[in-house]
């Protein structure tokens, strides 16, 4: 894993090194990648207020094929806005359907 930005890391060495590449949403500005994580879409997830929207959807334009967005508990509202958009998977959902009692403490 390689955090990219702020003039900090190689995006271009993390690209050749096959890297997970971590980066803040103004550093992505601009860039694409084929999968793009946005995790702890929560409810009280910190964007500042007056730029929210445009963060997230620069975020969210950064991927060409995939956009996984994950939360716990509630969503922010930003995702809820673009909830009809997404296919929505549920990994709690899978597991608790796949589980066997008492032997799996894995819990979401």
């Given amino acids: 894993m ?3 930005g702020s003039s ?3 995006l271009r060495g993390a690209e050749q090194n096959k ?3 971590l980066m803040t949403y103004h550093s ?3 860039l694409d990648f084929d999968n793009v994580f946005l995790p702890y879409l929560n409810k009280d997830f910190p ?3 007056d730029k929210a929207s445009t963060l997230f ?3 969210m334009t950064r991927s060409r094929k995939n956009l996984y967005l994950t939360y716990h508990g509630e969503t922010h509202y930003l995702v809820d806005t673009f909830r009809d958009e997404c296919t929505e998977i549920s990994v709690s959902k899978i597991l ?3 589980r066997t009692p008492k032997t799996d403490v894995f819990d979401f």
Avoid: E, H, L, R
Wanted: glycine residues 10%; aromatic residues 14%.
């Fill in 8 to 10: 900090y890391g190689s």
């Fill in 19 to 21: 890297d997970v590449i």
């Fill in 96 to 98: 608790n359907q796949t």
């Fill in 57 to 59: 959807m620069v975020a």
């Fill in 47 to 49: 964007i500042f207020p």
């Fill in 28 to 30: 992505a500005k601009g």
């Fill in 2 to 4: 390689q955090f990219v």
